[in-house]
């Protein structure tokens, strides 16, 4: 279950998303944001699968900042890995640091092989939550942890029009979930410990952060690589979404659960 397939992220929007989130950062908050999702966690010498690796970032702060033994990336988009492969190389860890290009379906790995299963804001293009939490408790070791963020949606009704609204002026294969929906998920799957805490207020203070940035200097660099017609639409993007973070049914969220031992 690692993806939907299909190439959603050009090489406009790859750059423009550094631009506001930092070298090989697809998704918010950078490095720091990597620390609290982990919450605390020791990787030291772990194994650790990144379920939607991206552009690299997180991988290298999984291994540069948090001591992770091993980390393997994985993607169902070649140039997002291609952008990884070279942020990877650029911090001198690709003996640490494998990355692979997935087809959307089952983990291509063997059970019981990873300590950790780490993914950051990727699986809400993974529309079957069950079966994704299967194969994270699959491939776990015994006591092994999941730990991720996603982004939610706040009920398990269909999506207001601002909501729908803003979804499909995302143009990507969004496939939210309740946060009732993942908790239950992985309850079948057989995870204890489950956690699904909410970091909608820390993102509507951050998207509005974001938006700032756009409309200002990074806004202007942004537009020297991707045009400023491509910048001034995703400032529209951001009031949309900002709006339904506003409302609550935008809910990012911070996911954690233990596979017994």
Known sequence: MAGSGGELYSEALVAFLESIWGEGFLSPGGPDEVARVLGGADLTGLAVLDIGCGAGGIDVALVARHGAGWVSGIDVEDGVLARARAVVAAAGLAGRIGLARVAPGPLPFPPGCFDVVFSKDSIVHIPDKAALMAEVFRVLRPGGRFIAADWLIGHDGPPSPAMAAYIAAEGLDFGMASPAAYRAAMAAAGFVDIVVESRNAWYRAEARAERARL????????????????????????????????????CPARLAATRPG
Do not use: K
Not at 234 to 241: F, G, K, S, V
Not at 242 to 250: K, N, P, R, Y
């Open 215 to 250: 409309a200002g200097a990074a806004g202007r660099q942004a537009a020297a690589r991707v045009g400023e017609a491509f910048v001034a639409a995703q400032i529209r993007l951001w009031n949309r979404m900002i709006a339904v973070l506003d409302s609550g049914e935008h």
